[in-house]
């Protein structure tokens, strides 16, 4: 669902990047709440991984593709505010590195794919996770439902922003039609693939798991005839150990899927390609701005081995991702301890005579 460069016209386009800019500006003062000693290390790592899933493109339909958003991952895993960093943060790289995603098209693709996907997704998980069981199965669950309807969620705002600036005469209707109908298939693979992350992240850590906080009920003492919570013990070195494995492990695994496993993805147009294809929206295309790029097309300049070309390229980008979003968070969390941090000494003001 990357929207390249000539799709949208300019003002429609500027406009939807002052929303995008709003939207990442708001997300970054609601992560400092987010973001703590847990998912800190994580949010850069959950930005990694969504990259490199989206390279795995699987078929959906006849000549027809889907990957990941990443939305409803990135929000259950680690908060919705901190989820459209993590999915922005993947969308400016893969428009910068890869020439995916025109980069005049960057607040369509980041209000579309990051902000919609995790506000519709969030709203959904939140609402099933109060009515369902106070269960891992249940947040598993929610992840699922929360998944699918998020991607056609993203269609639906991608049809309504054509329906202001698109550039070709198209039918509206027929290109709603086509979008959602295409995209609830691709949401079943999306949430396929965030039920299965959540349920392996819960299963290890589900105090990792933002989305599943605050689901078990808290011990409670009975005190002088009254009853009070029973406060949380402070985590343990096994607990910080495991933390570190958890991100290892998501680490290699990234690595793996963008550097190998993606040789193998689907070579079919993605929903929205199929869709500009056959309803002529795509006539108006513009050339990326980084089309010559060194890693255009998700492919190393100079490298005439397609596996090893794609591979590194994979490989680079889960690198650079990884860097980039953790320094955004970490900047984002130091923040956040500055902002609580009692006033120092050498700051108070002695009123001693």
Not at 145 to 171: E, I, K, M, N, R
Not at 183 to 208: K, M, S
Not at 235 to 257: C, D, E, F, N, Q
């Amino acid at each position: 669902m990357h929207v390249p460069d000539g799709f949208i016209d300019a003002p429609t386009s500027a406009a939807t990047g002052v929303v995008a800019a709003a939207a990442v500006a708001v997300s970054l003062r609601g992560a400092r709440r987010e973001l703590d000693e847990r998912t800190a290390p994580l949010a850069g790592l959950v930005a990694a991984f969504i990259f490199a899933v989206q390279m795995l493109n699987f078929p959906v339909a006849a000549g027809t593709s889907g990957h990941l958003l990443g939305g409803a991952l990135a929000a259950i895993l680690v908060g919705p505010y901190t989820g459209v960093l993590c999915v922005s943060v993947v969308l400016l790289m893969q428009g910068i590195l890869f020439a995916d995603g025109g980069l005049t098209a960057l607040g369509v693709n980041i209000t579309v794919m990051a902000v919609v996907t995790t506000v519709v997704a969030y709203a959904v998980f939140r609402g099933l996770v109060k009515i369902l069981p106070r269960t891992r199965r249940s947040v598993t669950a929610a992840s699922f439902v929360a998944a699918v309807l998020s991607v056609p969620a993203a269609a639906l705002a991608f049809t309504l922003l054509y329906a202001v600036g698109g550039t070709t005469d198209v039918s509206i209707g027929k290109v709603a039609t086509a979008m959602i109908g295409v995209h609830v298939l691709i949401g079943l693979g999306e949430a396929t693939i965030t039920a299965l992350t959540v349920g392996a992240v819960i299963a290890v850590r589900p105090d990792l798991v933002y989305g599943a906080r605050g689901l078990q009920q808290k011990l409670k003492l009975r005190v002088n005839g009254e009853l009070v919570d029973v406060p949380e013990a402070e985590p343990s070195p096994v607990a910080a150990r495991s933390h570190r494995k958890v991100w290892a492990i998501g680490l290699v695994t990234s690595l793996v899927l963008a550097g190998f496993v993606s040789f193998y993805a689907s070579a079919n147009p993605d929903g929205l390609e199929k869709v500009a294809a056959d309803k002529g929206i795509d006539k108006k295309t513009e050339e990326h701005a980084n089309a010559d790029s060194p890693l255009a097309d998700y492919g190393v300049k100079d490298v005439e081995d397609a596996r090893l070309s794609g591979g590194l390229a994979g490989v680079i980008g889960v690198g650079v991702t990884v860097v980039a979003g953790s320094a955004v968070f970490w900047a984002v969390r130091r923040r956040r301890t500055d902002d609580t941090s009692p006033a120092s000494p050498a700051s108070s003001v002695n009123t001693g005579v």
